[in-house]
T-cell receptor, first 113, second 113 residues
Framework: SQTIHQWPATLVQPVGSPLSLECTVE??????LYWYRQAAGRGLQLLFY??????ISSEVPQNLSASRPQDRQFILSSKKLLLSDSGFYLC????????????FGPGTRLLVL | GENVEQHPSTLSVQEGDSAVIKCTYS??????FPWYKQELGKRPQLIID?????GEKKDQRIAVTLNKTAKHFSLHITETQPEDSAVYFC????????????FGAGTRLFVKA
């Protein structure tokens, strides 16, 4: 079954600085990949999803962007972070016999100061 | 757009009592309903799921019911224990690939010893 790696695990960045979060997946090929954000004490907000290399769909307009340079790599970026970008960023891919269940990576906790 | 409403947002029960969390969904095409448990600082993890051709499913102390006509589904935890304390998310999706997986806002469950 799939394994998702995310790094870094924790990140503290100043407002206005750039961001790059990485997600890699093992144990599957050509997976659908998703980026979610969870603000403190809140629910899961879908940010981006990708069905293949170079294919990105954005669910929420914001100052973040995503890229998929390789089959099993998904990157979340920003040119200039805002305070409101703080949160827990989770990468996910479908898992299970019917590929229905979202399986989450360990997450990156981002604090923007 | 599609959404999933989850109630209550916070639930406090005495150890040994039952806990019930309720969700409603709007997308008639939804056919897969997973429930996730998120412990503090960790990723959400699947605890039980149900498909639209089933009305009820049970796994030890947890059970899920689905009323497709009313677009309601519920999580039932019996004989609650302190380790059940966590945030629980319901979700609804159209199935394969994880597409259109919409999450509820979450329920914070406290089990008092």
């Amino acid at each position: 079954s799939q394994t998702i790696h995310q790094w870094p695990a924790t990140l503290v960045q100043p407002v206005g600085s750039p961001l790059s979060l990485e997600c890699t997946v093992e144990g599957t090929s050509n997976p659908n990949l998703y980026w979610y954000r969870q603000a403190a004490g809140r629910g899961l907000q879908l940010l981006f999803y990708s069905v293949g290399i170079g294919q990105i769909s954005s669910e929420v307009p914001q100052n973040l962007s995503a890229s998929r340079p390789q089959d099993r790599q998904f990157i979340l970026s920003s040119k200039k972070l805002l305070l409101s970008d703080s949160g827990f960023y989770l990468c996910a891919c479908p898992r299970g016999a019917n590929q229905e269940t979202q399986y989450f990576g360990p997450g990156t906790r981002l604090l923007v100061l | 757009g599609e959404n999933v409403e989850q109630h209550p947002s916070t639930l406090s029960v005495q150890e040994g009592d039952s806990a019930v969390i309720k969700c409603t969904y709007s997308d008639s095409a939804s056919n897969y309903f997973p429930w996730y448990k998120q412990e503090l600082g960790k990723r959400p993890q699947l605890i039980i799921d149900i498909r639209s051709n089933v009305g009820e499913k049970k796994d030890q102390r947890i059970a899920v019911t689905l009323n497709k006509t009313a677009k309601h589904f519920s999580l039932h935890i019996t004989e609650t224990q302190p380790e059940d304390s966590a945030v629980y998310f319901c979700a609804a999706s159209r199935g394969t690939g994880g597409f259109k997986t919409i999450f509820g806002a979450g329920t914070r469950l406290f089990v008092k010893a």
